[in-house]
């Protein structure tokens, strides 16, 4: 009785196994979700809506990835849904820097950045201020004049409290010593049209926004960009060090998951992210849509993230970007 009792139970956890395997094996067979944790439009967007059919491509087997934008609170609402999400392959999402670092160290966060598993990452888009063509402020130099003799005067939009934008704008304050009015957004699309449309003076965006923008005709001004160096897509844009202020600012943009995703389909994800990142067809993509495409497999990406983290608790403890 007992034999056949074993045999039995043998024979049951077998099906299991071999059930779970063969669907990951058949993996995906349904639509994925991509979440973008900001608004439509916006850099995450467009690389996000970019890159998708060429993950489907190297998934194979028909497979279908909806990209669904769930912005809000800087990015929160779409960090937490992805992290809150059942760890089955069937919901990935956009991390960005420094957003998905700050929130869990700021606030009380829906999320915590150990529960989510960043597979790789796609896109390092260094921070930059843009203003109207029409404006008065040529330089950085004059926007800094400007400041100095009418504090809180100038509104500097952004893409949400504690992100590179607002962390870059508070960094100016402290090295110039002065005082600018903060107007947060959901996301770069609307910051962006904020500053189009002369509601906010200055805004705080990526360089592939900016070059974008330029691109299609906006009457824009890029003051400076935050790199550690002048970027090739602009090199006659200065460099905030360059003009004195030792400010480097920028976003990495990733392809995440939950954290627990099954192996295979965990390795089957990067494997196609991956080859995805490095197709030539998408990699003109992003050149012609002025993307900086800086691709690092999951361990880099996670190192990355993880220093990031101590870098910004340790800002945070001798400068609360929140007060």
Known sequence: ???????????????????????????????????????????????ARMLAPFIEKYLGGGARIVVMNRGGAGGEIGFAAIADATPDGYTIGFINTPNVVTIPIERNARFTLDRLDPLVNVVDDPGIMTVHGDSPYKTVEDLVAQAKANPNTITLGSTGVGSDDHLAMLLLQRQA????????????????????????????????????????????????????????????????????????????????????????????????????????????????????????????????????????????????WLK
């Not at 099906?15 to 349904?30: D, F, M, W």
């Not at 976003?251 to 295979?264: D, H, N, Q, T």
């Open 177 to 320: 010593n002065v005082r600018f009015t903060h107007v947060p957004f959901p996301g770069s699309a609307e910051n962006y049209r904020s500053m189009l449309g002369r509601h906010t003076q200055i805004c705080g965006q990526n360089l592939g926004e900016g070059l974008r923008g330029k691109a299609g005709g906006d009457n824009i001004r890029i003051l400076g960009v935050m790199s550690t160096q002048r970027w090739d897509m602009a090199p006659d844009l200065p460099t905030f060090k360059e003009l004195g202020y030792n400010i480097t600012m920028a976003s990495l943009r990733g392809v995440g998951a939950p954290k627990g995703l099954p192996p295979e389909i965990r390795a089957k994800l990067i494997d196609a992210v991956t080859k995805a990142a490095n197709d030539p067809e998408f990699q003109s993509k992003a050149r012609d849509t002025y993307q900086p495409l800086r691709i690092l497999d999951s361990e880099a990406f996670t190192a990355e993230l993880k220093e990031l983290d101590g870098d910004f608790r340790n800002l945070w403890r001798e400068f609360p």
């Open 1 to 47: 009785m007992k034999a056949r009792r074993f045999i039995s139970s043998l024979l049951t956890s077998c099906a299991l196994l071999l059930g779970a395997t063969a669907a990951q094996a058949a993996y995906p067979e349904k639509p994925i979700t991509m979440i973008v944790a900001y608004g439509a439009g916006g850099s995450t967007d467009v690389t």
